[in-house]
Structure formats: C-alpha cells, structure tokens
C-alpha cells in the first residue's frame, strides 16, 4: 500500500509538472519574410521627399536586389527620415515594420555612410528602455558630395553595447534581418 501512495504522488507530481509546461509554453519567434527596404528623407520645410528602395524578392536566390532612389538630397538641409521593411511577396504587400515596432526591444536599424560622407544621423525614436530603435531618424546634410548609405535591421543586437545606441554597428552582434544598399548624392 505504502508503494502504491509513492507511486501515485509521484505520478501526480509528474502530471502536475507537464502540465505547467504545457500552460506556459515558450513563444516561438518566426522570421518574417523582407523583401524591401524602404527609407523616406522628408526634409523639413520645404521640397519633396527622396525616397530610398531597395528590393530582393528572391532573397538568397541568384538575383541581385535591385536598389533606386527617387532624388539628389539637397545640401545644408535636414530630412526627417521613416524607414519601411516591407514582404512584397504577399499582395498587398504585407508591413513588417509594425512588428519590429512591437518588438522594438529586439530590434535596431542602422545607418552605415560611406567613408568621408557628410550627412550626420541621429535616432528620433526610442523603445520602453528608452534605446533607439531607428525607425524613424533625422538626417543633416552638409555640402554637395555623394557615397553609399547601407541600412541594416538588426534582431536581438546589444543595445548597451559601447557606440551601439549611437549607431555604431560594430559591436552590436545580433543577426541581420534586412539590409539595403543605396547610393547617394548631395548637390547643392
């Protein structure tokens, strides 16, 4: 009698253990599909917005992602700056952006200039631990001058890393989710 009592404590106490972890299981993150990066420099005032676009809707296939840009940034002007990832894939084209704002936490854009560029970036846009997420950025340009802007979308990067809340992607870690390539030019 006293093994059969053992026996069914431990099997309620088994039971009861599965099934706390069948109530609480671990929420999967899915990777969304990006096909599009998208940045748009409004600049403030006066003039028409530039429109940066990059799309790869075959991902690792062997296409190359096809990148354009609307416009010439004006020189000495500053642009307020809303990037958009996008899965054109799906019609209509489904707004990846919505759920890198939900999980602003996990997820930083960076702004990568090429060398000797004279545009300065800052973040306008924090998430509840108040480090930039970079959805939506301001851009200052100085004289007329033209390079390449990369944009990339970092998941899970180290926000407290040294130089990362002020765009600095060195030493973020975390993996790439989406990046554009653009060039660029600044005339007056």
Do not use: W
């Not at 069914?8 to 609480?24: E, K, M, P, Q, R």
């Not at 004006?74 to 489904?94: M, Q, R």
């Not at 998430?127 to 979308?153: H, K, M, Q, Y």
């Amino acid at each position: 009698m006293k093994q059969f009592f053992l026996i069914a404590i431990l099997g309620v106490a088994t039971f009861t253990s599965c099934s706390d972890d069948d109530s609480n299981p671990v929420p999967v993150n899915e990777e969304e599909v990006i096909t599009t990066v998208r940045l748009t420099l409004t600049p403030q005032g006066t003039g028409t917005p530039v429109i940066f676009t990059s799309t790869d809707i075959d991902g690792d296939g062997p296409n190359v992602p096809v990148a354009t840009a609307s416009g010439e940034l004006t020189a000495f002007t500053t642009y307020s700056g809303t990037v958009k990832v996008l899965n054109e894939i799906e019609t209509p084209a489904e707004d990846i952006t919505l759920e890198v704002a939900e999980e602003a936490e996990d997820h930083q854009f960076f702004y990568v200039f090429s060398e000797g560029s004279n545009i300065e970036f800052s973040y306008n846009d924090t998430d509840s631990d108040g480090n930039p997420i970079g959805i939506e950025t301001i851009f200052i340009t100085g004289e007329a001058a033209s390079g390449t802007l990369n944009v990339i979308l970092r998941h899970e990067a180290n926000k407290s890393a040294d130089g990362v809340s002020e765009g600095l992607i060195n030493n973020a870690g975390g993996a790439t989710d989406a990046e554009g390539s653009f060039n660029y030019t600044v005339s007056n």
